[in-house]
């Protein structure tokens, strides 16, 4: 096994070490970086990539701002309609999540409702990706809508 110059300069030689399991000599590359950095808090430096979770929190927000819009025309559509069940899914989860196969507006309720569920896991991290980079900053800025 060749060993690089982190694992010949033994960061855990000690008896505790070895007792604990901690192998004396780590392969070279990312495991005893690995074991370098471990070693003390103070060698755990990692870039934060921020600039890179902005660009995607930036594209999860353009992407939501999409589905949103078309959710919003489903709207229209659904508040211009003659149709009762239509209407009667924007009031009722069980009638809108299970449109009627045999309804005049089958297709364009069971493309909302797949529209409504695409929404939710992108809003879910972009909320979470928000809220961690907010924890981060200390704070960052939020806009209606």
Known sequence: MRLSRFAKNK???NAEDVEKGFP?????????FAA??????DFAVFRSFNRLSARNILYLQSELLYLQSQLDNFDQEDSSSRDISQKAAARCWR????PDPNGETYEHDQKRLELVLRIRPLLKEYSMQFRQRETHRGGA????N
């Open 36 to 41: 370098f950095i471990a070693s003390t808090k």
């Open 95 to 98: 009638i809108f999540a299970n």
């Open 11 to 13: 960061m855990r030689t």
């Open 24 to 32: 004396e000599e780590y392969l070279a590359g990312y495991p005893d």
């Open 141 to 144: 800025n939020y806009t209606k």
